[in-house]
């Protein structure tokens, strides 16, 4: 089993930047999807990004034009740049992967996954 690990968090001004890190402890390009998804306090979990193992990647539409996800397989590790911070992108942002080839649907649910990270948090203030 792999083990994902966050890091990069922290806090920032709106406006501001912040680059997630999500190192693996196995080889990330057998992961077919690996992605981000977020948790606000007392609110419910939600995808942020994917990216599959061709280099396609996909946004959730708060993040569109903000967030970049990338990966380097041969550092094993996974990125989510985050730009132009908002209040509301304050969270506890967690690193996902999964080998099953479908990146779309089933990935964004967030369900029966094969692996997540402890998570990192990002806290975004006006």
């Known amino acids: 089993q792999v083990q994902l690990v966050e890091s990069g968090g922290g806090s920032a001004q709106a406006g501001g930047s912040l680059r997630l890190s999500c190192a693996a402890s196995g080889y990330t390009y057998i992961y077919s999807c690996m992605g981000w998804f977020r948790q606000a306090p007392g609110k419910e979990r939600e995808g942020v990004a994917v990216t599959a193992s061709d280099g396609s990647t996909s946004y959730a539409d708060p993040v569109k034009g903000r967030f970049t996800i990338s990966r380097d397989n041969a550092k094993n590790t996974l990125y989510l740049q985050m730009n132009s911070l908002k209040p509301e992108d304050t969270a506890m942002y967690y690193c996902?992967?999964?080998?099953?080839?479908?990146?779309?649907?089933?990935?964004?649910?967030?369900?029966?996954?094969?692996?997540w990270g402890q998570g990192t948090m990002v806290t975004v203030t006006s």
């Open positions: 996902v992967a999964e080998t099953f080839p479908d990146c779309s649907g089933r990935f964004w649910s967030g369900n029966g996954l094969d692996a």
